[in-house]
């Protein structure tokens, strides 16, 4: 074999352990990440704090850094504005999971959920998850992928609005239902 065959299966391979590796889960070192809830928030989630994490990344701050700090410290803030950003994006999991769950409850609260809108809960989780898997590796490999965070943001921000607009028709149908069971109620009183 020539040198070129085995440089390439070695890229290969070294390509295909990074890959399983970042698919692994994330496990707790003595507080090395910070705890995900952190960022969680009642209301619009995680994903309203993406531009802080945009701005964590922002190419004017490491040039600042980099003029005026110790390199050892340059890299100290990346490592921990990387570590910020993985709790960010498990932050962001931790919402679109819940989504889906709430997906899940107004799927069988509704009768007219469809085949159809099952197969775009799949394409939606797949999506996701590939989006997560590719993130999260580079933010292993000390790239900022905040375009790519961005988009996830913005899958996860229009989940949450479809959510929140399906509750709402299902809360409209439901008090149509019992404002037109009191109605039957009082005209069932007025006859009898």
């Not at 107004?106 to 993130?135: D, G, Q, T």
Request: hydrophobic content about 50%.
């Amino acid at each position: 074999m020539s040198l070129f065959l085995y440089v390439f299966f070695a890229i290969a391979g070294l390509l295909l352990f990074l890959f399983l590796w970042s698919m692994r889960k994330p496990h707790r070192r003595g507080g090395a990440l910070p705890d995900a809830g952190i960022l969680e928030e009642r209301g619009p989630g995680s994903v309203a704090h993406l531009p802080q994490i945009q701005q964590a990344f922002a190419d004017s701050d490491f040039e600042f850094l980099f003029e005026r700090a110790q390199s050892s410290l340059v890299r100290r803030v990346r490592r921990e504005r990387r570590q910020v950003a993985l709790a960010f994006l498990s932050a962001v999991r931790e919402d679109f999971d819940r989504l889906l769950h709430t997906a899940t409850i107004i799927s069988v609260l509704s009768p007219e959920v469809a085949a159809l809108h099952e197969f775009e809960r799949l394409r939606l989780i797949v999506k996701f998850n590939l989006r997560y898997r590719i993130i999260r590796m580079q933010l292993h490999l000390g790239l900022a992928p905040i375009p790519r965070l961005s988009r996830l943001s913005d899958l996860v921000s229009g989940l949450s609005v479809r959510m929140e607009t399906a509750m709402k028709e299902l809360g409209e149908r439901a008090a149509l239902a019992a404002e037109l069971a009191s109605s039957l109620d009082r005209r069932g009183g007025d006859v009898a």
